[in-house]
Every structure is written in structure tokens, then in C-alpha cells.
């Protein structure tokens, strides 16, 4: 068990530039999540997978934001035409079946200049 | 819904003094609760968490808390801290009965004096 594993830990592209993360969880693990976290903040839901299905989304998240996971395996976040109020930490996470703990990655720190 | 209220943005102890950190809930139906530990520039670690067993639930780090229906609350407490408790700390609580996604609190930065 490797843990939850993120691509790439560090990130500075310009503004209106698109980025793309990676996210590789647990291989046993059906559920995959994806958070936003910004300095001082708690981490907040952007979307979930059970398996290949993107079964939630937040309502607060940008048109400009897209998530998949092809094979129900790695999943890629993408953010079109960065804005500087996309800089926080993405963290991914996964668990085996519902209501059991997240596990966590390291998290992809995004900064846009 | 579910919400999460951490009560204090920040906490200082003494090292060997008693960690209280306080998390009260909002949910129709007792959620599950868990409390996760964040170092700088790392992801979040499960401490413990809470599914519907015992309501005191030990975790790692000789953490503990206890779940509270009466008055919606999972404290964690720790009876002697530690200079690397040091981090921040996130109570978290998902819906048994969906479980599609896990409702964080703002944390609290938990700040140890030698």
C-alpha cells in the first residue's frame, strides 16, 4: 500500500493558462475525491467518483474546472484559463467503500502568477 | 445538511498541559465524525474517527474523543501535549447514510509553548 499518491506536488503557471493534476489512490479504493484547500481554510468538496462515474460535483465549482477518471482508477483534474483565485492546494483522496475515513495525498500546491 | 463548527481558530498549550479542541456538528441523523491532522505543506492524516461504536474512540498519538448526541459534539483531547503535536487540526463529518462526501470544519492551529 502506497498511499495516495499526487502529480505534481508544486505548480506555478500564469494566469489563463490550463493545468492538469494528477491523482493515483489506493489501488483497492472505488471512491475518489477532490478538495480545494486555501491558507486557513478547511479543505472544500469539489467532486467525487465511485468507480469510472462522477457521481457529485460542487455547485461552486468554475464551468472551467473538469475531473475524470477514465478507468476508475487514476483520476486528472483540470482548470482552463487559470485565475489567480485558483492558487490553493488540491488535495485527492480515496476510500474503499462509503462511509469509512478518506485517505489522503500530499496534495498539488497551485499557484498562479 | 451537514456542518461542522470548530470552535477557535487557534489554541496554545504548554508542553504536558491537557489539548482540548472543540467540534460541534449539525446533522438529522448522528454522522459519521472524524478528526484529521494537517502538517505545513502535507496532506490530512486520520487521527480517529467516530462511525457508531463506542462513543469515546481512541486514535493515534494517544489522541481521543468523545461523541456527545446530546449536545452534538466529537472534543478531542490529548492528556499531555507534545512539542510535535504541533499542526493544524480538521474535524470532519459525512452522512451515513450517502457518505459521498466529507464536510470539514475551518480547523484549528494548535500551537505547543516548551
Known amino acids: 500500500d502506497t498511499g495516495v499518491s499526487q502529480n505534481p506536488r508544486h505548480k506555478i503557471t500564469k494566469r489563463g493558462q490550463n493545468v492538469t493534476f494528477r491523482c493515483d489512490p489506493i489501488?483497492?479504493?472505488?471512491?475518489l475525491y477532490w478538495y480545494r484547500q486555501t491558507l486557513g481554510q478547511g479543505p472544500e468538496f469539489l467532486t467525487y467518483?465511485?468507480?469510472?462515474?462522477?457521481?457529485?460535483k460542487s455547485r461552486l465549482l468554475s464551468d472551467r474546472f473538469s475531473a475524470e477518471r477514465p478507468k476508475g482508477s487514476f483520476s486528472t483534474l483540470e482548470i482552463q484559463r487559470t485565475e489567480q483565485g485558483d492558487s490553493a492546494m488540491y488535495l485527492c483522496?480515496?476510500?474503499?467503500?462509503?462511509?469509512?475515513?478518506?485517505?489522503f495525498g500530499q496534495g498539488t500546491r497551485l499557484t498562479v502568477v | 445538511a451537514q456542518s461542522v463548527t470548530q470552535l477557535g481558530s487557534h489554541v496554545s498549550v504548554s508542553e504536558g498541559a491537557l489539548v482540548l479542541l472543540r467540534c460541534n456538528y449539525s446533522?438529522?441523523?448522528?454522522?459519521?465524525l472524524f478528526w484529521y491532522v494537517q502538517y505545513p505543506n502535507q496532506g490530512l492524516q486520520l487521527l480517529l474517527k467516530y462511525t457508531s461504536a463506542a462513543t469515546l474512540v481512541k486514535g493515534i498519538n494517544g489522541f481521543e474523543a468523545e461523541f456527545k448526541k446530546s449536545e452534538t459534539s466529537f472534543h478531542l483531547t490529548k492528556p499531555s501535549a507534545h512539542m510535535s503535536d504541533a499542526a493544524e487540526y480538521f474535524c470532519?463529518?459525512?452522512?451515513?447514510?450517502?457518505?459521498?462526501?466529507?464536510?470539514f470544519g475551518t480547523g484549528t492551529s494548535l500551537t505547543v509553548i516548551p
Open positions: 467518483f465511485q468507480n469510472e462515474a462522477q457521481l457529485e
Open positions: 489501488s483497492e479504493h472505488n471512491r
Open positions: 446533522s438529522s441523523v448522528p454522522p459519521y
Open positions: 470532519a463529518v459525512s452522512d451515513r447514510n450517502t457518505g459521498n462526501q466529507f464536510y
Open positions: 483522496a480515496s476510500s474503499s467503500y462509503r462511509n469509512t475515513e478518506a485517505f
